[in-house]
C-alpha cells in the first residue's frame, strides 16, 4: 500500500477539512490586504488561498466554476496562475479542435 502524505491524511478528517478551508479564506484576506504594498505578495499568497478553498469545499468549486464560466478570460488567468491541470487539458483540447486554416 502506498504511504498517503501528510496533507493527504489531514484531508480526511472532516475537522481538519474545515480548519483548511478556513485557512484558505484567511490567506485570500490577506492577499487582498497586502495587494497595495510593493512586490507579488498578492500574485503568491491569494493563489494559494484560493487553492486551499477550492481543495477543501465543493460550495467553493461551484462558485469558482460558475465565474469561470461567466468570465473565461480571468478563469483562465486564475488557473494559469494555480497551475491547475484541468486547464492545461483545456488548453491542448482547444488546440486540436481549432481548425487549420486550409
Not at 484576506?29 to 493563489?47: E, H, K, N, W
Not at 460558475?66 to 486564475?78: I, L, N, S
Request: glycine share 8%; net charge positive.
Amino acid at each position: 500500500m502506498a504511504k498517503r502524505s501528510l496533507y493527504q491524511r489531514m484531508r480526511t478528517n472532516a475537522h481538519m477539512r474545515s480548519a483548511l478551508f478556513a485557512l484558505g479564506i484567511l490567506l485570500m484576506i490577506t492577499g487582498i490586504a497586502i495587494g497595495p504594498l510593493p512586490g507579488p505578495g498578492f500574485l503568491i499568497v491569494f493563489p494559494i488561498g484560493l487553492m486551499l478553498c477550492l481543495q477543501n469545499s465543493a460550495w467553493a468549486k461551484r462558485v469558482y466554476v460558475r465565474f469561470k464560466r461567466r468570465h473565461p478570460r480571468y478563469g483562465d488567468r486564475a488557473d494559469r496562475i494555480m497551475r491547475r491541470v484541468s486547464a492545461a487539458r483545456r488548453r491542448a483540447r482547444a488546440a486540436l479542435e481549432k481548425p487549420d486554416g486550409d
